[in-house]
């Protein structure tokens, strides 16, 4: 079966351009969250899915990060005005269950998109 | 509430042992840990559950003490495949709506 798959796999960006990255989640996996992660640093949460519900969107840097899962399947995550500082890979995971108050589904990852904001 | 990992790098022979550390300041319904390679993307190890488990597969395991708010991954006899960055995830009780935040990561090298 198909894993989680994110495009594009490498976008370049000039400052102040606009970008869209899409994330096709295992099909049937209920939770879904995308992750920014800077080279040599762990996942920053984002956001989280369960389904079309964006259930905690803390993790967004600022009002310039929007992300939609309109029909509960795929998901996009869009940057406004990009600036250098939002050059990273980021990452999308799903996972079949619900989580919450004990989270026991494995995260499924995607292979990420790189963005190189110049 | 990002979890704190030790060490932050470690360097093994093959065959030796190593132990990975994950903390936290917050008290934690689940911890998860995951190994990054270069380039690729996380791949899930194990979950373990409030309740201070502990599980294993392969010579892979890891413990959960959920007084401690700790999880401790070890890995036996290391061998080269086992090289890669691992990350805990953690999922707080306070406010949990499920999602996992992870920590810094463990960069782990085994040599022949």
């Known amino acids: 079966g198909a894993g989680v798959s994110q495009s594009p796999r490498y976008k370049v960006a000039k400052r102040g351009q606009d970008v869209a990255l899409r994330c096709d989640p295992i099909s049937g996996h209920v939770s879904l969250f995308w992750y920014q992660q800077a080279l040599g640093q762990g996942p920053e949460f984002l956001t989280y899915f369960q389904n079309e519900a964006q259930l905690d969107k803390s993790g967004l840097p600022s009002d310039r990060f929007f992300a939609e899962r309109p029909e509960g399947s795929v998901s996009t995550l869009k940057i406004q005005r990009t600036q250098q500082e939002d050059s990273a890979v980021y990452l999308c995971?799903?996972?079949?269950?619900?989580?919450?108050?004990?989270?026991?589904?494995?995260?499924?990852f995607g292979n990420g998109t790189r963005l190189t904001v110049t | 509430q990002q979890p704190v990992q030790s060490p932050q790098a470690v360097i093994l022979r093959e065959g030796e042992d190593a132990v990975i550390n994950c903390s936290s300041s917050?008290?934690?319904?689940?911890v998860h840990w995951y190994r990054q390679k270069h380039g690729e993307a996380p791949v899930f190890l194990m979950i373990?559950?409030?309740?201070?488990e502990q599980k294993g597969h392969d010579k892979i395991s890891a413990s959960f003490n959920e007084k401690k708010q700790q999880s401790s991954l070890y890995l036996t006899a290391s061998q080269l495949s086992y090289s890669g960055t691992y990350f805990c995830g953690t999922e707080v009780v306070e406010g949990s709506q499920g999602n996992l935040i992870f920590g810094k990561g463990t960069k782990l090298s085994v040599k022949p």
């Open positions: 995971a799903s996972s079949l269950g619900t989580t919450g108050h004990g989270n026991n589904s494995p995260l499924h």
């Open positions: 917050k008290a934690l319904y689940s």
């Open positions: 373990l559950l409030k309740g201070g």
